[in-house]
């Protein structure tokens, strides 16, 4: 097993035993699982707060104003993936000092996107909001959440930036810690504001911006805490060096390319339901919630993916990057089942924490069959996207979702015709599951010397 010895530092033992590659995957996965199913959470309590605000379309409204952020930090997140697969490689490969300017590197773009979304906030408010399409009362409304709430973009693109640092430092519990008291502080807050003040939906948006800044001093102090021996090596100098800022970039286009083209994918979801009427939007808005608690929870993994990918390739330790592979793949495939499993069991009873109104939870009983399929065709692409970020194979991941951004267009217009919001879910469902595909077989079956290439 001689192919098993590691080139880069001390760390993971060269050659282990199943359950230690298993308790190593958890290591990270569990606190970024408890991380990211508490992440959608932010967004569930703010549904459930706007379903209790005594009209429906408060809930369209929220749906409206969530869509039109997670279009901006959904593009952000380039941010954290990109930081968190550069960061892991030179963790592995014992170079602290790049670690250190990786950091600032992140941290620099991250405040550059901010002000830019912040100066143009009205234009980019207005316009967002044009094309959601929405009634009137619920444009409104949206339009009084999305200003307000847009006082968070510093903090939270920052978090991107420090978080993704976090995953690629092997490092999963600070990130769990903060999103934990973020969504705490969110839910105390959004109803305290929105209630007690009787601000309605703008205070839950208000409750969001003090969460948010409230992370990021976290994020902060325990930076100046814990990594207190790479602050030595802080250099901003040496983290500007054009080379490296380059490699930097590169990876980020690419990445950011990814995500818009999901971004599309779930922004035109929102529009296109808005189309169909304002019960359908509230509808496939609460639907969403069981996706995102799935997606979440199976990032959990993937950021494990990135975190261990990345090591490994810093190491050149090919051995050990297979079998990690292989056992990510088998939770993928188990919280797969479990989501189906739930989902089956408790629909009605998880979307009842969202809304009290019986016409809307009838509404969903309608096309809950489509969320039930989503965890059979969405855990794979989820777990091999972690795979490729931690290798930073970028090209890949953007060409596939590319492709499968195509095809989730022509699956809609040739069907909605006929089926109307059914083909809408299902061209959704074509998209995840065309991106395992090709991610599978344009990765060579996820040959980990084709993972591995240029690096």
Not at 175 to 194: D, G, K, L, R
């Amino acid at each position: 097993m001689a192919e098993c010895r590691r080139l880069g530092v001390a760390a993971i033992e060269p050659f282990m035993n199943t359950s230690e590659i298993n308790r190593e995957i958890l290591r990270l996965a569990i606190p970024n699982m408890i991380s990211n199913i508490i992440i959608p959470m932010l967004g569930m309590v703010d549904v459930a707060i706007a379903g209790r605000l005594g009209d429906d379309t408060n809930i369209a409204a929220l749906a409206i104003g969530t869509t039109i952020f997670n279009f901006i930090y959904w593009n952000c997140s380039f941010l954290r993936m990109g930081t968190s697969g550069i960061t892991a490689q030179a963790f592995g490969a014992g170079q602290k000092k790049e670690c250190a300017n990786m950091l600032i590197r992140s941290c620099w773009l991250a405040f550059i996107l901010a002000f830019i979304l912040v100066i143009f906030r009205k234009s980019i408010g207005s316009f967002s909001l044009h094309v959601m399409q929405g009634s009137d009362k619920v444009q409104a409304l949206a339009g009084e959440y999305l200003f307000a709430r847009i006082w968070a973009v510093p903090a939270s693109i920052t978090l991107f930036a420090i978080q993704g640092w976090f995953i690629g430092m092997q490092d999963a519990k600070i990130p769990m810690a903060i999103s934990v008291i973020s969504v705490i502080i969110n839910a105390a807050f959004s109803v305290f504001f929105a209630f007690n003040l009787n601000m309605g939906i703008a205070g839950i948006a208000w409750g969001t911006v003090l969460a948010q800044y409230t992370g990021l001093l976290i994020s902060c102090i325990m930076l100046l805490i814990k990594y207190r021996e790479y602050i030595q090596y802080f250099d901003i100098k040496e983290s500007l060096r054009l080379k490296p800022v380059i490699h930097f970039l590169h990876i980020n286009k690419d990445i950011f390319l990814r995500s818009a083209f999901v971004v599309i994918v779930y922004t035109f979801f929102t529009a296109a339901s808005a189309r169909f009427g304002d019960a359908i939007l509230a509808t496939n808005a609460l639907l969403m919630q069981l996706f995102t608690l799935f997606s979440y929870m199976s990032d959990g993994f993937a950021y494990a993916g990135e975190s261990l990918t990345g090591r490994f390739v810093g190491e050149k330790n090919a051995c050990l990057l297979k079998r990690f592979i292989n056992k990510l793949l088998f939770w993928a495939v188990m919280i797969g089942i479990l989501f189906v499993f739930v989902y089956v069991i408790a629909w009605k009873e998880i979307l009842m924490i969202f809304s009290s109104s019986d016409e809307i939870i009838a509404s969903a009983g309608k096309f809950i069959g489509w969320i039930v399929a989503v965890p059979l065709v969405g855990c794979i692409p989820f777990m091999i996207d972690g795979i490729m970020i931690g290798a930073t194979q970028t090209k890949l991941l953007r060409n596939t979702v590319f492709i499968a951004t195509a095809l989730f267009f022509v699956g809609f217009y040739a069907l909605s015709p006929f089926l109307g919001n059914d083909a809408l879910w299902i061209a959704f469902i074509i998209f995840l599951l065309f991106r395992g595909i090709l991610l599978y077989f344009c990765s060579d079956r996820l040959n980990v010397e084709k993972i591995m290439e240029g690096n």
